[in-house]
């Protein structure tokens, strides 16, 4: 069963242009929902985690800069800009807060973004 | 800050061949301690996890002792099979709200027939 739905699923960005990532939660039973980015080199990073509507946090990164916003209880957005090299961005949701114990990560299909 | 170290970034094996994927973590406390696994093309899912000292964690033929002593959470399987091929993380999460996830960095296991 699909936990969660990521859109788009791949973009070519234009160098200096922002881009628009949509993820969608099937499932309330895991409502704390994250981003994270993997680089090129297949490396994870957690970005943020944001729980209530309203929620929004930035974040710059070598590479990017970030901006999520959790939307409704069911969707979480995030905007990338200034983006200089390749990553994929991972939607993922957990039954609880981070550093709980059971806070395993379920994660997305990811939105491949490649810099034109 | 907490951290997770995978030793190693590559290996190659061929089927039936033993399998040893090395993590080390640090972190205050008792985290949580996780093993993904990211088959190409698709997200990380979770493989199993382990939440106390000595508890062993297995699924799919893959096993790993939590081991405070010496911080370890080293990944094996007995016998590996063409379709294991995929990247691996260690990954721990700390109880303490100000600590995000940590993955490792990643090890890619290529299986051979």
């Known amino acids: 069963v699909t936990l969660l739905e990521q859109n788009p699923r791949w973009r070519l960005v234009p160098r200096g242009q922002a881009v628009n990532l949509r993820c969608i939660l099937k499932?309330?039973?895991?409502?704390?929902m994250s981003w994270y980015q993997q680089d090129l080199q297949k490396q994870l990073q957690w970005l943020f985690t944001l729980r209530s509507p309203g929620d929004k946090e930035v974040k710059s990164l070598p590479g990017a800069d970030y901006l999520a916003t959790r939307v409704t209880d069911t969707e979480l957005r995030l905007q990338v800009a200034n983006m200089s090299q390749g990553r994929t961005l991972y939607c993922t949701c957990?039954?609880?807060?981070?550093?709980?114990?059971?806070?395993?990560?379920?994660f997305g299909p990811g939105t491949r973004l490649t810099v034109l | 800050g907490d951290s997770v170290t995978q030793t190693e970034g590559q290996v190659a094996l061929s089927e039936e061949d033993f399998l040893t994927i090395h993590c080390n973590y640090s972190a205050s406390g008792y985290p949580t301690l996780f093993w993904y696994v990211q088959y190409p093309g698709e997200g990380p899912q979770l493989l199993f996890r382990?939440?106390?000292?000595?508890e062993k964690g297995s699924s799919r033929g893959f096993e790993a002792t939590y081991d405070k002593g010496t911080t370890s959470f080293h990944l094996r399987k007995a016998s590996v099979q063409e379709s294991d091929s995929a990247v691996y993380y260690c990954?721990?999460?700390?109880?303490?709200?100000?600590?995000?996830?940590?993955f490792g960095a990643g090890t890619k296991l290529s299986v051979k027939p």
């Open positions: 499932n309330s039973q895991y409502p704390w």
């Open positions: 990954a721990l999460s700390a109880r303490n709200n100000n600590n995000a996830p940590r």
């Open positions: 957990s039954a609880d807060q981070l550093g709980g114990g059971y806070a395993e990560q379920f």
């Open positions: 382990a939440s106390r000292d000595k």
